[in-house]
């Protein structure tokens, strides 16, 4: 553009594309109002399914035995990191951890008996053959779930009691052993073996990790983590149907074949069209974010934690508009009716959106879809916000997706320059 | 000194995958000052023509300046200098008047004082001062036309194209698109205007080409063109359709240049009205052909389309 004339040109065709868009409400409404009840929606309606993930099961605790088998489950399930307990305690019956949980304010509940302490100590009496009158049945500590919990997750926490209590029963024929050795059983012998037995564990803790190496542990987002960018990113994408059909009804208006018979480069009639689509993109992900930061919390979700690297954000919103801008104007001259970008267009950005863990997050996904996820520009794009709002990225971590996103815009932009180029000047 | 702004020596055309040329070498001038009619049926290669003439295409082979510039090599001369009427509306159904002609008027080059002078004036042409702050979408087929019409002209070019500005016109706007034109043709504007309304062509224009087949068939001076022709035309219906032999025969007879079926009607041209009527009335006596209704009238561009191409200029 040496041409003073083109500057000139380019801001009137700024201005021009800008009105278009501000008169066409449809657009307006798949730009910013689409994109906003998403965000709202998948925020609210996830929230549970992500702390479920995320490993924080909550789980009344209603210790009717007062006792040492009370106490040991208590411990443990509090120093396990994926369970929020709460100790009923008090007058609390039974069922009252039941309305609890199906009121939804916990998931699981834990019964312990009363007098299940001095029962299990007379069961472990009896293995060891000097117990004295009746046999009895083990103890009963019961475990309640909410009807909607996974078998997986119930099994989880089963499985946590169950270790629970096998320590409890290890401890107890500690004593008893030591009974038969003649030491007298006090408190604080309890707590030395207690000590001991906890210092002297012949196995470690068992963390489970994945085959990628990251860990049940790794870091997690919150449902509005995960919405905020996810459908920023497809409300970005989607201009892809605006930016098309604009073109292609200029195409059949007869208005493109007027303007090329003006002294205006082809770069100033792309640009022109790009440049407005390129801001919408910057609003979009301001709103977005916007409503993160301010709405969601209002409605009863957490706020949006974004991270610590503005500059990060900046440079994948701006890579990602690129992407979606050139993917429209590629759109725009290969379609020839507008029914045709509308259809290509929507399909191609939903199955992008499907694929990049937009729709259904991708930790959800079986790893084959996994794998195919990194076809989709979406996907790059919410793995670089999820690195970002997730993982404390900074410009750095973000680099790999931002060069991805920027690649792909350009290479559409350079098929669509080509491919104007070709069409009638 | 050169007259021509128009000159194309060669001009050829074939477009990708097609085996037959679109526009087949043809020689083309358009004296400065003329008003030029371009007629041709569907697939002439008329649209291909004007496409090459107002730099949208780029010509195969041959030689193509326009406005004294090479169309290949000084293309952004050439559209300083021609403006273009196409034959869909080309405006911005939701932008207003003003905006239409402030956006395209801007990728003209013009600005400032000069852009809102021609705006001004435009909006005055096309008598739409009132209605200048109001979006395209509200106006109608006429109103468009004329906005068209008077942005076409924003930049003043030496060269209008015009691609039939009149279809779907309302009657007072096309006469306010014939007067103006004429005006502007007075005033030294040269205009290359298509059309499928051959009397609009003969009214307006005082040179023509005809094309068909991607060639150029005749061209000349409009009462060149239709005085080889002949003087009149003879349209004769009979009960049934014609035969080819009824249509032969009346083609030998000594008065008559021509013959043609067409929709089952025979159009006939002759140099002599009276003395074709009677010869070929008496060849249906004898022939036993039930004459339906006979008409005739003076030649016109219509008739020697016909008789050129074998097709009426409508179809």
């Known amino acids: 553009m040496n041409d003073a004339g083109n500057w000139t040109k380019l801001g009137a065709s700024i201005i021009k594309e800008a009105r278009l868009i501000v008169r066409d409400r449809e657009a307006l409404v798949i730009l910013f109002v689409m994109p906003l009840a998403f965000v709202l929606i998948m925020s609210l309606a996830m929230q549970d399914a992500f702390r479920e993930k995320s490993g924080v099961f909550t789980v009344a605790i209603l210790d009717n035995d007062k006792g040492a088998v009370g106490q040991s489950v208590i411990v443990a399930f509090s120093s396990a990191g994926y369970m929020k307990t709460t100790v009923f305690e008090g007058a609390h019956t039974e069922a009252d951890v039941k309305k609890e949980i199906n009121s939804g304010a916990f998931k699981f509940g834990v019964i312990i008996p009363e007098g299940a302490t001095t029962l299990a100590k007379a069961r472990v009496q009896r293995q060891l053959r000097f117990a004295k009158g009746e046999a009895s049945s083990g103890v009963n500590v019961r475990l309640i779930s909410d009807p909607a919990m996974r078998v997986d997750h119930r099994n989880l926490v089963a499985a946590s009691l169950s270790r629970a209590l096998a320590g409890v029963e290890n401890r107890l024929l500690w004593e008893q052993f030591a009974a038969l050795a003649g030491m007298k059983i006090t408190p604080e012998r309890e707590k030395e073996i207690r000590e001991l037995l906890a210092a002297n564990r012949p196995f470690e803790e068992v963390k489970p990790e994945d085959a990628a190496g990251a860990g049940v542990n790794a870091p997690m987002p919150t449902s509005v983590q995960q919405s905020v960018p996810a459908w920023s990113l497809f409300a970005m994408f989607f201009i892809v149907i605006p930016l098309s059909v604009t073109f292609i009804k200029e195409r059949q208006l007869g208005a493109l074949t007027r303007l090329k018979t003006t002294p205006v480069p082809p770069l100033v009639v792309m640009a022109g069209k790009a440049i407005p689509y390129f801001i919408i993109n910057q609003l979009q992900i301001a709103l977005m974010l916007a409503v993160g930061f301010f709405v969601v919390p209002l409605l009863g979700a957490e706020a949006l934690s974004a991270g610590n690297s503005p500059v990060g954000i900046a440079l994948l919103t701006v890579s990602a508009s690129l992407a979606a801008v050139g993917f429209g104007l590629m759109t725009a001259m290969f379609c020839k009716t507008t029914e045709q970008s509308t259809t290509f267009g929507g399909t191609s950005v939903i199955v992008f959106a499907a694929l990049g863990g937009i729709m259904v997050p991708k930790f959800l996904m079986p790893q084959f879809m996994q794998s195919l996820s990194i076809i989709s520009p979406l996907s790059w794009g919410l793995d670089g916000f999820l690195d970002i709002f997730v993982r404390g990225g900074a410009v750095r971590d973000i680099l790999p997706e931002a060069a991805g996103l920027s690649f792909f815009g350009l290479i559409c932009m350079g098929i669509a320059a080509w491919r104007f180029g070709l069409k009638p000047r | ?315």
């Open chain 2, 1 to 315: 000194m050169n007259d021509y702004i128009i000159e194309a020596r060669g001009l050829y055309k074939t477009y990708h995958g097609e085996e037959q040329a679109a526009v087949d070498g043809i020689d083309l001038t358009v004296r400065k000052g003329s008003f030029f009619g371009l007629l041709g049926p569907n697939g002439a290669g008329k649209t291909t023509t004007l496409a090459m003439l107002t730099g949208l295409l780029e010509p195969d082979d041959g030689l193509l300046r326009v406005a004294g510039f090479d169309v290949r090599t000084a293309l952004d001369e050439v559209k300083r200098r021609i403006g273009l009427v196409p034959q869909e509306i080309s405006l911005y159904p939701s932008l207003t008047a003003r905006e239409n002609l402030a956006y395209f008027g801007m990728m003209q080059g013009l600005s400032g004082e000069r852009l809102n002078g021609r705006i001004g004036h435009c909006l005055e042409f096309a008598r739409l001062n009132d209605l200048a702050m109001r979006r395209v979408e509200t106006f109608s087929g006429g109103m468009k036309r004329r906005l068209s019409l008077a942005i076409g002209l924003i930049h003043e070019p030496l060269l209008l194209f015009l691609d039939e500005p009149t279809v779907g016109v309302d009657p007072a706007s096309r006469l306010f698109i014939y007067e103006n034109l004429k005006a502007m043709n007075s005033n030294g504007m040269t205009i290359v205007y298509t059309s499928h309304y051959m009397e609009e062509v003969q009214a307006l224009c005082d040179e023509a080409a005809i094309m068909d087949s991607g060639r150029v068939i005749a061209k000349g001076p409009m009462s060149a063109l239709l005085s080889r022709r002949g003087r009149g035309v003879i349209r004769i219906q009979t009960e049934s359709v014609p035969s080819e032999a009824l249509r032969l025969a009346i083609e030998s007879l000594p008065d008559v240049q021509s013959a043609v079926i067409k929709n089952g009607l025979l159009t006939i041209e002759t140099s002599d009205p009276e003395a074709a009527i009677e010869a070929v009335m008496g060849l249906l006596r004898e022939k036993n052909v039930k004459l339906m209704s006979i008409s005739h009238g003076a030649a016109d561009l219509e008739a020697l389309f016909l008789s050129l191409t074998g097709t009426h200029l409508r179809d």
